[in-house]
């Protein structure tokens, strides 16, 4: 294997953590942000992209490091070391609620497409790059845009999921329509197109968006109940206005209750 071959366990329900076992000198690579704890002995360093053996050099890293900022992500990455002469554990957490996902990316043909935002953590060894749409289409109205994360190699990685997780096996030809914000990742085989929900009283009115993916197999698709991006919309559409109290929320008397309350002054 060319990845360190790593052991692990993901504790909880809704608010997941993945706790990494390392032997002597094994290292696990995460996104900045992710760490939760550690034993010690176990070194931690800031690098440049994802340590994969494929950005060696400068000029690798530099390029690795670039096409991170094209996805949205930090230029640097974390990686741990367990410098101990017996087996140490790092756990990661998921950033919002929802699931942890192991990647075994032997299973996948050593390649998995995901979301821009989702990569949480890999053995070293597995490269976290970027996959350009080659569609028009699919490149403006998919969710994603045109570049979304590819994870390659042939150790484990672990993505995050918002919500309930959802996993369907596609057979050859079968296709299923999803919401463009509730794709997680996919199989490299699985066909990834946009599609236009069509009629006026839809388009206007549905309150989905105008268009959804279409998601062909054969092959493996993983799908999220609560996008990150949703979430954050009904709080923000929830949370009280400028000088507001927000505590008639779903209340029949709006401002009048705050007026009874004795929040308006005059």
Do not use: W
């Not at 953590?17 to 696990?28: A, H, M, N």
Request: proline share 2%; hydrophobic share 40%; charged share 25%.
């Amino acid at each position: 294997m060319k990845a360190h071959e790593i052991d692990y366990h993901i504790y909880g329900e809704e608010m997941q953590y993945v706790e990494i076992e390392l032997d002597p000198q094994e290292i696990v690579v995460a996104e900045s942000g992710s760490f939760m704890m550690m034993e010690n002995g176990i070194k931690m360093e800031t690098i440049f992209g994802d340590g994969s053996e494929q950005q060696s050099g400068v000029f690798g890293k530099l390029l690795s490091a670039g096409k991170r900022v094209l996805t949205g992500e930090s230029l640097f990455m974390t990686a741990y070391q367990n410098q101990n002469n017996t087996k140490s554990k790092v756990c990661f957490a998921s950033p919002y609620p929802g699931k942890i996902i192991a990647i075994d990316l032997k299973q996948f043909g050593e390649k998995f497409i995901c979301q821009k935002d989702s990569f949480l953590c890999a053995a070293k060894g597995v490269s976290v790059g970027i996959e350009f749409s080659k569609k028009l289409g699919r490149g403006l109205f998919g969710g994603e845009g045109f570049i979304m994360q590819k994870l390659e190699g042939d150790g484990m990685a672990f993505v995050h999921s918002g919500g309930t997780l959802a996993k369907k096996e596609l057979a050859a030809g079968e296709m299923l329509k999803v919401d463009t914000g509730c794709i997680i990742g996919f199989t490299k085989e699985v066909d990834y197109d946009i599609e236009f929900v069509g009629g006026i009283k839809n388009t206007i009115f549905g309150g989905e968006g105008m268009f959804y993916a279409t998601l062909r197999g054969p092959g493996t698709v993983y799908i999220q109940s609560l996008p990150f991006s949703r979430l954050a919309d009904r709080i923000i559409a929830s949370a009280p206005k400028a000088g507001g109290s927000g505590r008639d929320e779903g209340s029949l008397l709006g401002g009048i209750g705050r007026l009874l309350d004795g929040d308006n002054k005059f």
